[in-house]
């Protein structure tokens, strides 16, 4: 790609403050929409069968859509490529809480994956060519602001939901307020457009080999995660017998140690390298799941799931950071690892509640702490040579150096 005239020091620190304003934005809108999944659910009259039948679309829609997201980046440029996906994500809230049945809130909920898919892949590829030009790790603390994001979005839902407001107009008011938000965080970025001599990605392309191995190691994270959301209070409560409150709390706690985890990633990336602290954090998830699985205490369970966020946290923003410099075309290298995260996010619930009925929860996190140990043996994948452009690597085995 090629850059914008000014890259100054000055320039490229407002860049960063600039892609983080949009993963907060684009957090906002996956927090807002999951505190009025009840409401939807009502509204469409649905049963807890047919909810889940329509909530696998989202990541339907974004493993079709994410690999032409590459195609967009290239015509457009990255800067109008975000603008234009970002305010489609955030305008699709709307479309769940309009929708009277099933089969219309699939259509709406395939949409609305559609386009956090592809404006996901736009905004990590050029999060990482905002990276390579300050020539240091900043992949970690954007999906750290991601999660705050989330967190913000779901706690106005939550006053909206227990304010009894119709999710219609909350979803009205949020996207607008995102739509608006979103639109003046992009005025920031970087404005890269592909080399006019590049041959333009096809519309449909498959990602590098490379890239696939890479989304190996980011499948594994991400179903550590989506286990540990959707059922460490289960565990807590039907495993260990804890009361209701504590048991919703590990959640809590859970998301709010990756959401920390992330946003401090970076120092320790620079200090010590994506292969090594991947592999650290596999050490720490391992360590996390067998305190889950060995002990019969809800507060060593409690910690358990806190050291499996902590050692997960940063694997997926350096996930997409390697797969952006492992070929030619990096959105379609991340376009290919996000599909393959978002198909783990997709099948870990209902893997992890498989396993459960077949033996036990007990035996559904041994699962998760096996999948844990393949961060630990897997990590050298995110090892990258030279990036575009010419920058020395920051996201490489050996560590950056220390920077003020």
Same mark, same amino acid.
């Given at each position: 790609?090629?850059?914008?005239?000014?890259?100054?020091? @000055?320039?490229?620190?407002? =860049?960063r403050?600039? &892609? #983080?304003?949009?993963f907060?934005?684009?957090g906002?809108?996956t927090g807002?929409?999951?505190?009025? &999944?009840?409401?939807?659910?009502?509204h469409a009259?649905?049963g #807890?069968?047919? *909810?889940?039948?329509?909530?696998?679309?989202?990541?339907l829609?974004?493993?079709?859509?994410?690999?032409?997201?590459?195609?967009v980046n290239?015509?457009?440029?990255?800067?109008?490529?975000?603008?234009?996906?970002?305010?489609l994500?955030t305008?699709?809230?709307?479309?769940?809480?309009?929708?009277?049945?099933?089969?219309?809130?699939?259509?709406?909920?395939?949409?609305y994956?559609?386009?956090?898919?592809?404006?996901?892949v736009?905004?990590?590829a050029l999060?990482?060519?905002?990276?390579n030009?300050?020539g240091? !790790?900043?992949?970690?603390s954007?999906h750290?602001?991601?999660?705050v994001g989330?967190? *913000?979005?779901s706690?106005?839902?939550?006053?909206?939901?227990?304010?009894?407001?119709?999710?219609?107009?909350?979803?009205?008011?949020?996207? /607008?307020?995102?739509?608006?938000a979103?639109l003046?965080a992009?005025r920031? %970025?970087?404005?890269l457009r592909?080399?006019?001599?590049e041959e333009a990605?096809?519309r449909?392309?498959r990602?590098?080999?490379?890239?696939l191995l &890479?989304?190996?190691?980011?499948?594994?994270a991400v179903?550590a995660?989506?286990?540990?959301?959707d059922w460490s =209070?289960?565990y807590l409560?039907?495993?260990?017998? /804890?009361?209701?409150?504590?048991a919703?709390?590990?959640?809590?706690?859970?998301a709010?140690?990756?959401?920390l985890?992330?946003?401090?990633g970076?120092? %320790?990336?620079?200090?010590f390298? #994506?292969?090594?602290?991947v592999?650290?954090?596999?050490?720490?998830a391992?360590?996390?799941?067998? *305190?889950?699985?060995?002990?019969?205490?809800?507060?060593?369970?409690?910690?358990?799931?806190?050291?499996?966020?902590l050692?997960i946290?940063?694997? %997926?923003?350096?996930?997409?950071?390697?797969a @952006? $410099?492992?070929?030619?075309?990096?959105?379609?290298?991340?376009a290919?690892?996000?599909?393959i995260?978002?198909?783990?996010?997709?099948i870990?619930? !209902?893997a &992890?509640?498989?396993?459960?009925?077949?033996?036990s929860?007990?035996? /559904?996190?041994?699962l998760?702490?096996?999948l #844990?140990?393949?961060?630990t043996?897997?990590?050298?994948?995110l090892?990258t040579?030279r990036?575009?452009?010419?920058?020395a690597p920051?996201?490489r085995?050996e560590?950056?150096?220390? $920077?003020?």
């Amino acid at each position: 790609m090629t850059g914008e005239p000014d890259l100054s020091p @000055a320039r490229l620190r407002h =860049a960063r403050f600039a &892609i #983080a304003a949009v993963f907060c934005v684009h957090g906002g809108v996956t927090g807002s929409f999951a505190t009025r &999944i009840p409401w939807i659910q009502e509204h469409a009259q649905l049963g #807890a069968g047919t *909810l889940g039948l329509a909530l696998a679309f989202p990541a339907l829609g974004a493993a079709l859509a994410m690999p032409l997201a590459g195609r967009v980046n290239h015509r457009f440029g990255a800067r109008t490529a975000l603008r234009g996906l970002l305010c489609l994500w955030t305008l699709s809230l709307v479309l769940p809480g309009l929708a009277p049945n099933l089969w219309t809130l699939c259509g709406a909920l395939f949409v609305y994956g559609a386009t956090a898919g592809m404006s996901d892949v736009a905004m990590n590829a050029l999060g990482v060519e905002t990276e390579n030009r300050l020539g240091r !790790s900043i992949m970690s603390s954007l999906h750290g602001m991601w999660s705050v994001g989330a967190l *913000l979005g779901s706690a106005a839902g939550t006053v909206a939901a227990h304010a009894g407001a119709d999710a219609r107009l909350h979803h009205v008011v949020a996207a /607008s307020a995102l739509t608006a938000a979103g639109l003046v965080a992009v005025r920031g %970025v970087l404005d890269l457009r592909a080399a006019r001599e590049e041959e333009a990605p096809p519309r449909f392309a498959r990602p590098p080999r490379t890239a696939l191995l &890479i989304g190996g190691v980011g499948f594994c994270a991400v179903f550590a995660e989506g286990a540990s959301l959707d059922w460490s =209070a289960v565990y807590l409560r039907d495993v260990l017998g /804890s009361a209701a409150g504590p048991a919703a709390a590990s959640t809590t706690a859970f998301a709010l140690t990756m959401a920390l985890a992330r946003l401090a990633g970076d120092r %320790v990336v620079d200090r010590f390298g #994506a292969v090594r602290t991947v592999r650290a954090g596999g050490v720490l998830a391992v360590a996390g799941g067998l *305190l889950v699985v060995g002990v019969r205490e809800p507060a060593a369970a409690m910690a358990g799931f806190g050291l499996i966020g902590l050692g997960i946290a940063v694997v %997926v923003p350096l996930a997409f950071a390697a797969a @952006a $410099r492992s070929g030619p075309a990096p959105a379609q290298a991340i376009a290919g690892v996000a599909t393959i995260t978002y198909t783990s996010g997709l099948i870990a619930p !209902s893997a &992890i509640g498989a396993v459960a009925d077949a033996s036990s929860l007990v035996v /559904s996190f041994g699962l998760v702490t096996l999948l #844990a140990c393949a961060l630990t043996f897997g990590a050298g994948v995110l090892r990258t040579g030279r990036v575009p452009g010419g920058a020395a690597p920051v996201n490489r085995d050996e560590p950056a150096p220390i $920077r003020p």
